[in-house]
Every structure is written in C-alpha cells, then in structure tokens.
C-alpha cells in the first residue's frame, strides 16, 4: 500500500495550456466580435475578458491539481480526479498492457514525463493518463506492472532467456531525412490550411478562395503556375519539418515479449507494445516510397492507442526500410510474420470495376472546375489520366492469399498496402457480392482486427474472383469446401 500522490506542480501549468488551447477558436471569435462592437464607454471590454479566462483557467488548473491523486495498493494502481464530481478509477495490474510515457518541451525542463496505461479493451484512448510526475515515480509505476509479468510470465528459465535477448534498430539521420522526403504528408497540410481557411470566412468575414481566384486571373499563366508550384514546395517543406521532429532518434528494441519504441525530439515519446497485443502487421508502400522500393512498417495494437499514428491506432514499427531490408526486420523483431507469398489476384474481367468509380468522380470534378473556372478547369484534366492510371495499379496490386495460420491482404488506397493478420487474430470474415458483382462472377473480402475501439480496423479487398473469395472464407471458417476444388 502506499500513499496517495499529486502530480508535479507543473502540470498546474499544463493544465491551463491545455483548457486554453481547448477553447481558442471559441475565445478568438468572442474577442473579435467584442472588438468589431467596441464603444468608448466599454474599450476595456476584450481586455476584461481575457483577465477572467485567465483567473478561472489558473483556477480550474489548480483545483484540477489539487484533486487529482494516484496510488498503487495491492494490485491496482488507483487515480482519482475531478473538481465537482470525484472520478475513481482502479486498474488491475492484471489488465494493464504496457504503460507508456511521453515528455513535451515542458515536461523534459522540468524532468518529467506524462503517463499512459494501457489495458484490454481501452479503446482508442488510455484507460489512465497521469499527465506530469517524475521519471523516477513513472518508473515506480512501471515495476509495479512488471512485477506481476516476473511473478506469473518468467517462471522457467527459458523465459528468462528470452528475456534477457536483446535487438535494436536506430533510424539513422539520413534514412530519417529520405522518410520525410517521402512521407506524402503534404495532403494533411493543405488539409489544415482548408481547415483554417473556413474559420477565417467565418471569424473574418473575408472569403480567401474568391480573393485568390481574382488575385489569379489578374496575373499571367506563368505567374500562376509558379505560384501553385510555390505553395506545393513551401507545404512539402512542412510536412518535412514535422516527419523529422516525430521521428527523430528513432530506435525500436526487442527484448523478451515486448517490443520498445523511442522517437520524438520536440515531445520524446517512449511505447511498450507486448507482442502478444499486435493483431495484424501492416507494409505500407506510397507513391513516392514504392519506385525506390522504400516501405514503412507499421502494426495494429489490441485495446489502445499506442501510437495512434495517421488516421487509425497504427504503430509505426520502422518509418523508412528498404524492400530487400524487410524480410530481415521482420526475423529480428516479429519472426512469425511471413510476407513472401503468391497472391491469387483479380482476374482482367474485374478491371473495369476498378477503373469506373474513380474515372466518373474525376470527369465530374473536372467538369465541374470547367464550369465554373473555364479555362483554368482544364488544369484538371490529368486528374481523369491520374485516376484512370491509379484504377489500373489498384487492379495489378490487389490480391489475397494465406497460409495455414496466416491472411495476407494487399490493396491498394493511394499507399500500397499489405497486412498479414494470424487467423486467431481475425475478428470478422465478411465476404460479400452486389448486384453488378454477381453478373461478372466477383466478390469483396472483408475483415476485421481488435484495434482502434470497439468497431475494430477493417481491411478488404475488392473484386476478386468469386472462386477465390469463397476458398479464402472456407479456409476462415475450417468450412468444408463444397462450393470450391481447392
């Protein structure tokens, strides 16, 4: 038993950045319009208002400190918050996947870190978060979880062995700066800037798309082309800066049944994934990375958000190897993993599946820009070329295959993707056909892992032969394969 303890004082501080950067859009609105409806009487106005929501943001921030405790007694580590409503949360030792720990500019000033626990069936969020203590009582936090492992997992001495077996793999500086070069992370900036572009039309009441269309058609064909090529080179830089500062030192580490991952410079993150919580492992090959034979290597984690990388709780296991390079990767880190493998592929009569909906959205979209831009939508017609082209590879990359205990899936997003899920890891096996299916003999593999909450990460393959799909769910489900002469 021990007694209960409160976070570093620092996190007084966190905490009002964070109930700050929460509320920011909402307080940029209010300032401005107390500004846009200013009097004499009332100057003070938005000064007055940002003097409050500082006074009750530093007060929630040290009531928030205050009432937030932890203690570990018997075999729970036990947290307890909240102001008005006092929130009690007792994990068993027992549940507990790993416990990470992460540290911002902030917490690496002042020698802390943040805290995750991790459990079964925690969702996409940790099922406890501790956000400021010390690395020696984070570190106390995380024996008190192995203790159990020692007590119940290293019994016999040749887990004790395979305990004290030891791999790395670093990410060196130059492979760190071809990563960011290739990391396709452009897309997600101008995602941002659209983002913001709609909150300033409603904060600013200006509408920068109209500005900027004007602003071009006064300008020469040159002019515009150099300052489309401008704007693709500034947000490629960005995405660059942001790829070096998440993977920065890179190291991944195997010891024993767990798999330890440092990365990060401005905010150092440290993950503990047991090998026994990846349900499918995940080869990623993007448009830019796939003529270089450069690939990334991610995995899906049970019950957590280990990483909670791009859009789903993928873990990045290496940012950057080389096609030949992962064969021995995978030996050293995840050796039951097989990817050398034939795949039975769609057959040519599924082609034009392939090919119609991307080629009538581009044609549309194209159409559309004609319409209303005339000259300047005929920039858009490599669109339908690029769509026709990408219908064309997503047809030669597709494909499944499997081997007594192991599914392989390859499809294609604009990333060629390939995952390998253990049969006991499956969660659901969909195999479904529509009408126009039907009449060309083709169906759609679909299935599902425990990751990312209670929906689960879902991967399919579409239009494959509808032979091939019903072997592919008779070997699923051990069915008898009546339908199909394997």
């Given at each position: 038993?021990?007694?209960?303890?409160?976070?570093?004082?620092?996190s007084?501080?966190?905490?009002?950045?964070?109930?700050?950067?929460?509320?920011?859009?909402?307080?940029?609105?209010?300032?401005?319009?107390?500004?846009?409806?200013?009097?004499?009487?009332?100057?003070?106005?938005?000064?007055?208002?940002?003097?409050?929501?500082l006074?009750?943001?530093?007060?929630?921030?040290?009531?928030?400190?205050?009432?937030?405790?932890?203690?570990?007694?018997?075999?729970?580590?036990?947290?307890?918050?909240?102001?008005?409503?006092?929130?009690?949360?007792?994990?068993?030792?027992?549940?507990?996947?790993?416990?990470?720990?992460?540290?911002?500019?902030?917490?690496?000033?002042?020698?802390?870190?943040?805290?995750?626990?991790?459990?079964?069936?925690?969702?996409?969020?940790a099922?406890?978060?501790?956000?400021?203590?010390?690395k020696?009582?984070?570190?106390?936090?995380?024996?008190?979880?192995?203790?159990?492992?020692?007590?119940?997992?290293?019994?016999?001495?040749?887990?004790?062995?395979?305990?004290?077996?030891?791999?790395?793999?670093?990410?060196?500086?130059?492979?760190?700066?071809?990563?960011?070069?290739?990391?396709?992370?452009?897309?997600?900036?101008?995602?941002?800037?659209?983002?913001?572009?709609?909150?300033?039309?409603?904060?600013?009441?200006?509408?920068?798309?109209?500005?900027?269309y004007?602003?071009?058609?006064?300008?020469?064909?040159l002019?515009?082309?150099?300052?489309?090529a401008?704007?693709?080179?500034?947000?490629?830089?960005?995405?660059?800066?942001?790829?070096?500062?998440?993977?920065?030192?890179?190291?991944?580490?195997?010891?024993?049944?767990?798999?330890f991952?440092?990365?990060?410079?401005?905010?150092?993150?440290?993950?503990?994934?047991?090998?026994?919580?990846?349900?499918?492992?995940?080869?990623?090959?993007?448009?830019?990375?796939?003529?270089?034979?450069?690939?990334?290597?991610?995995?899906?984690?049970?019950?957590?958000?280990a990483?909670?990388?791009?859009?789903?709780?993928?873990?990045?296991?290496?940012?950057?190897?080389?096609?030949?390079?992962?064969?021995?990767?995978?030996?050293?880190?995840?050796?039951?993993?097989?990817?050398?493998?034939?795949?039975?592929?769609?057959?040519?009569?599924?082609?034009?599946?392939?090919?119609?909906?991307?080629?009538?959205?581009?044609?549309?979209?194209?159409?559309?820009?004609?319409?209303?831009f005339?000259?300047?939508g005929?920039?858009?017609?490599?669109?339908?070329?690029?769509?026709?082209?990408?219908?064309?590879?997503?047809h030669?990359?597709?494909?499944?295959?499997?081997?007594?205990?192991?599914?392989?899936?390859?499809?294609?997003?604009?990333?060629?993707?390939?995952?390998?899920?253990?049969?006991?890891?499956?969660?659901?096996?969909?195999?479904?056909?529509?009408?126009?299916?039907?009449?060309?003999?083709?169906?759609?593999?679909?299935?599902?892992?425990?990751?990312?909450?209670?929906?689960?990460?879902?991967?399919?393959?579409?239009?494959?032969?509808?032979?091939?799909?019903?072997?592919?769910?008779?070997?699923?489900?051990?069915?008898?394969?009546?339908?199909?002469?394997?």
């Amino acid at each position: 038993m021990s007694e209960p303890k409160r976070m570093h004082p620092i996190s007084i501080v966190l905490r009002m950045l964070k109930l700050i950067k929460d509320a920011i859009v909402p307080l940029v609105i209010a300032f401005i319009a107390l500004l846009r409806e200013l009097t004499e009487l009332f100057w003070w106005s938005p000064y007055a208002l940002i003097g409050i929501v500082l006074l009750l943001d530093g007060l929630f921030a040290f009531l928030y400190w205050y009432r937030f405790t932890y203690r570990m007694e018997q075999d729970e580590l036990r947290i307890e918050s909240g102001i008005f409503v006092r929130k009690k949360r007792y994990i068993s030792k027992h549940r507990i996947h790993s416990v990470n720990t992460s540290a911002n500019i902030f917490h690496r000033l002042f020698g802390l870190v943040k805290l995750e626990v991790q459990t079964a069936g925690g969702g996409k969020e940790a099922e406890g978060v501790i956000p400021a203590l010390s690395k020696s009582d984070a570190a106390a936090i995380q024996q008190f979880v192995k203790r159990k492992e020692q007590d119940t997992v290293l019994e016999n001495a040749e887990d004790t062995q395979l305990s004290e077996h030891r791999v790395s793999c670093r990410l060196s500086f130059r492979r760190l700066l071809a990563a960011a070069a290739t990391s396709g992370g452009t897309g997600i900036i101008f995602g941002f800037l659209f983002a913001i572009t709609q909150q300033a039309d409603n904060v600013m009441d200006i509408n920068i798309y109209s500005f900027f269309y004007h602003w071009l058609l006064k300008q020469s064909l040159l002019l515009s082309i150099l300052f489309a090529a401008g704007s693709l080179a500034v947000t490629w830089m960005v995405a660059m800066v942001g790829t070096i500062l998440k993977y920065c030192s890179f190291e991944i580490t195997k010891q024993g049944n767990e798999l330890f991952i440092q990365r990060g410079l401005l905010e150092r993150k440290e993950m503990t994934i047991p090998l026994h919580r990846i349900q499918a492992l995940k080869v990623e090959e993007n448009i830019f990375r796939q003529p270089f034979g450069l690939l990334a290597v991610s995995v899906e984690i049970a019950g957590g958000e280990a990483g909670k990388d791009q859009k789903s709780v993928s873990t990045v296991l290496f940012p950057l190897l080389r096609r030949k390079e992962l064969r021995d990767f995978l030996d050293a880190m995840l050796p039951e993993y097989v990817v050398g493998t034939a795949y039975r592929k769609p057959p040519k009569r599924a082609l034009m599946r392939y090919l119609f909906l991307p080629a009538a959205i581009s044609i549309l979209i194209t159409g559309v820009l004609i319409y209303f831009f005339g000259g300047y939508g005929l920039f858009a017609l490599p669109l339908v070329v690029l769509s026709i082209l990408f219908g064309v590879l997503d047809h030669r990359d597709a494909g499944v295959s499997w081997t007594q205990g192991m599914l392989t899936m390859r499809y294609r997003e604009l990333t060629r993707v390939t995952v390998h899920s253990h049969r006991k890891k499956v969660q659901s096996f969909h195999e479904s056909q529509h009408y126009f299916q039907s009449k060309k003999q083709l169906g759609t593999l679909k299935i599902a892992v425990a990751s990312g909450g209670a929906a689960g990460s879902s991967f399919k393959v579409k239009h494959l032969d509808e032979k091939d799909a019903d072997e592919a769910y008779d070997w699923y489900s051990f069915r008898s394969p009546k339908r199909t002469a394997q």
